[in-house]
């Protein structure tokens, strides 16, 4: 949480600080201070305890002041206060009766103001009928009309922050009631950035989170790491769980907000999926009120900024055969100096351009609200001839049964394609790898057979770079999913909660080579498809009660139960004997055809629950229990046990 903000007002540093401007003598020394303050992993209302502290130590050190000439007069209607005024002396205390320095103190409407010295007390000139606006770090503002000339002002604190509902996993508790380890993204984190992509949303949002993209293909997702690589032969993707579903990311536009479970304590809820961490995300729905549209578009430039720098096609020339690998007479090495130079990184990649567009319809009554987002993009990879694109539409239905009974509803579909997701040589040798290694003596084109240049000098086995754009590897998915969820507040302090969801894919893959793009063999083509559904079934019961005003529980228990299917078909061909059919005729390449097949099921039922206990918001534990079962484990071995607790103290609380 950021609570201040440097500018720069009439050529000077300044900083903000709830809503208020302090001239700030030495810049650099101040926002360091609060940058740390900020940055200490204690709870809120300490870090607003300790920044009170040092902000009155930096007024009393005369590294902040706060002159009435410091405020922009542009937020001001009048610049000078009225001939008519009195002086009005007072004290400002925090809730517990302790003077808070550094308060500041405001003539509503005017550019008059002072702040509070290391006791709390302030004077201060208030026109007749003005009203005056006391506001701190971490406290609600207030604005008061003197009654007389001395006042005291109590500053309640702002609980908002504190009072949070952070997801948790089949659940939320208060943000102030946290034991595990968990980050929150809110949608106000991001929601200004030119992005559409959750690469942006949580690159540096989160400690030890990392998100990186592996290449510039379009449409290729990227690389999560919670806390590093937890396995050297398994998986070490963290477990994406969308308002409650399994499933991967959504865009940035959609997401309310995003919590990072990283510690043993706070995964074990999901017990086996979550050894990697786990991210849940909170996506919008629909609203009570007028219906609102929202536009979201940007449009993203994709360039290889730094590129390597290779020699030309003269000190190639020259330098393989002082290293005695080629040999040329002199006038051959005069005649590369005139010669033009291949740049194969110019001749691969490019400058791409990719778009993103979505719309978002909400709105609703008070027993009835929706939400519908369709969306479409393009996406283009800085290789030649790799793109993706991709157009679908999300509905979202919530009613109000009754006052006790919620039903969510949503339906999603969506339709892609890629062109060239990859590229490898025969031996698995990267395109940019292969731009680099070819000779700059080569031309693009051969002059005298006018196809793509191979097998020159330097060229090792690597086919032409510009050779491997030519590729046809078109892929073509569909998806769609619908999702149930039930909400019962079945007694005060007793709900259930059910959810049911099931998804459905297809997908398709047609890959063609060239006889000249497979080396000058023979052309090579095949044909793939693949189906897959999935679906979920959960229901957990919660229990929250408050005993004597100071025991604090909640107890939670449920069940779950997923499975997923599928079959998948492909075909091959070599020695294409009409190469323009590519895919459409395997069987012409009879009998150099080869056929493959695939059949997976698999579930998982799953029991678990959780106990939150603090005393007097003093002192928590936190209990976590879960039994996964697979269908891939023999009998008597199928479940595996995840415990985990957890302990905290919270200092502020005690009396």
Same mark, same amino acid.
């Given at each position: 949480m950021r609570l201040y903000k440097t500018i720069k007002y009439k050529k000077k540093s300044c900083i903000v600080l709830s809503n208020q401007l302090y001239l700030c003598r030495i810049p650099d020394l101040a926002c360091t201070i609060l940058s740390l303050i900020y940055s200490l992993n204690v709870p809120v209302m300490s870090k607003k305890s300790i920044g009170a502290s040092?902000?009155?130590?930096?007024?009393?050190?005369?590294?902040?002041?706060?002159?009435?000439?410091?405020?922009?007069?542009?937020?001001?209607?009048?610049?000078?206060?009225?001939?008519?005024?009195?002086?009005?002396?007072?004290?400002?205390?925090d809730e517990n009766g302790a003077p808070v320095p550094g308060a500041g103190i405001v003539v509503v409407g005017t550019n008059v103001g002072t702040n509070t010295d290391m006791d709390g007390n302030f004077t201060i000139d208030v026109p007749q009928g003005a009203k005056i606006e006391i506001s701190f770090i971490g406290y609600l503002t207030q604005q008061v009309s003197p009654s007389s000339s001395t006042i005291n002002i109590q500053l309640?604190? /702002?609980?908002?922050?504190?009072?949070?509902?952070?997801?948790?996993?089949?659940?939320?508790?208060?943000?102030?009631?946290?034991?595990?380890?968990?980050?929150?993204?809110?949608?106000?984190?991001?929601?200004?950035?030119?992005?559409?992509?959750?690469?942006?949303?949580?690159?540096?949002?989160?400690?030890?989170l990392t998100v990186r993209r592996t290449n510039g293909s379009a449409g290729r997702s990227s690389t999560i790491r919670v806390r590093?690589?937890?396995?050297?032969?398994?998986?070490?993707?963290?477990?994406?769980?969308?308002?409650?579903?399994?499933?991967?990311?959504?865009?940035?536009?959609?997401?309310?907000?995003?919590?990072?479970?990283?510690?043993?304590?706070?995964?074990?809820?999901?017990?086996?999926?979550?050894?990697?961490?786990?991210?849940?995300?909170?996506t919008k729905r629909g609203r009570t009120g007028k219906p609102t549209v929202n536009l979201y578009s940007d449009v993203s430039v994709d360039k290889i900024i730094n590129r390597y720098d290779m020699l030309n096609s003269y000190d190639f020339a020259k330098l393989n055969q002082e290293a005695g690998f080629y040999t040329w007479t002199d006038d051959e090495l005069n005649a590369f100096k005139n010669s033009p130079s291949t740049n194969w990184q110019d001749e691969i990649f490019?400058?791409?351009?990719?778009?993103?567009?979505?719309?978002?319809?909400?709105?609703?009554?008070?027993?009835?609200?929706?939400?519908?987002?369709?969306?479409?993009?393009?996406?283009?990879?800085?290789?030649?001839?790799?793109?993706?694109?991709?157009?679908?539409?999300?509905?979202?239905?919530d009613l109000d049964l009754s006052d006790r009974i919620t039903l969510q509803t949503e339906l999603n579909a969506g339709h892609g394609e890629s062109q060239n997701a990859t590229f490898s040589n025969s031996n698995y040798t990267s395109l940019p790898i292969t731009a680099l290694l070819w000779a700059p003596i080569e031309p693009v084109i051969d002059p005298v057979t006018g196809h793509y240049s191979s097998n020159g000098k330097g060229t090792g086995t690597l086919l032409n770079p510009v050779l491997l754009t030519t590729n046809d590897d078109h892929s073509y998915s569909n998806s769609g999913s619908a999702i149930?969820?039930?909400?019962?507040?079945?007694?005060?302090?007793?709900?259930?909660?059910?959810?049911?969801?099931?998804?459905?894919?297809?997908?398709?893959?047609?890959?063609?080579q060239s006889s000249e793009r497979n080396n000058g063999t023979s052309a090579i083509a095949g044909k793939s498809s693949s189906n897959s559904k999935s679906w979920l079934l959960n229901g957990y019961l919660t229990y929250t009660k408050t005993f004597a005003d100071l025991h604090n529980f909640q107890a939670m228990a449920g069940f779950e139960e997923t499975r997923s299917s599928g079959e998948s078909l492909s075909g091959n061909a070599q020695n294409l004997p009409i190469e323009s059919f590519k895919w459409n005729n395997l069987g012409l390449s009879a009998p150099m055809i080869s056929v493959g097949s695939g059949y997976w099921n698999s579930a998982m039922r799953?029991?678990?629950?959780?106990?939150?206990?603090?005393?007097?918001?003093?002192?928590?534990?936190?209990?976590?229990?879960?039994?996964?079962?697979?269908?891939?484990?023999? /009998?008597?071995k199928k479940f595996g046990y995840f415990p985990s607790f957890s302990l905290a103290w919270n200092a502020a609380n005690e009396p």
């Open positions: 040092i902000l009155g130590l930096m007024i009393a050190a005369g590294m902040i002041v706060f002159p009435a000439n410091t405020l922009s007069a542009e937020n001001a209607p009048s610049t000078q206060a009225p001939q008519q005024s009195r002086t009005v002396r007072g004290t400002v205390t309640l604190p /702002d609980v908002e922050a504190l009072e949070e509902a952070i997801a948790i996993g089949y659940g939320t508790v208060k943000k102030s009631d946290l034991t595990g380890s968990v980050a929150t993204v809110a949608a106000k984190d991001f929601i200004n950035q030119p992005t559409s992509t959750y690469v942006s949303v949580l690159a540096g949002k989160v400690s030890g590093g690589t937890n396995s050297i032969k398994g998986g070490n993707d963290p477990l994406i769980v969308v308002d409650g579903n399994y499933g991967g990311l959504p865009d940035a536009n959609d997401i309310v907000s995003i919590e990072v479970l990283k510690d043993a304590s706070a995964t074990a809820i999901y017990g086996s999926r979550g050894a990697n961490g786990v991210i849940l995300v909170t490019r400058t791409a351009v990719s778009q993103n567009h979505k719309v978002s319809i909400s709105g609703g009554s008070d027993r009835v609200r929706y939400y519908l987002s369709p969306y479409w993009n393009k996406r283009n990879g800085t290789l030649r001839n790799n793109w993706s694109e991709g157009y679908g539409i999300s509905g979202k239905l149930f969820n039930l909400k019962v507040n079945i007694l005060d302090g007793l709900d259930f909660n059910g959810k049911f969801s099931i998804s459905q894919g297809n997908s398709w893959n047609n890959d063609y799953s029991f678990f629950g959780r106990i939150n206990y603090n005393y007097a918001n003093r002192y928590y534990v936190t209990a976590n229990f879960r039994a996964d079962g697979s269908s891939k484990f023999r /009998d008597g």
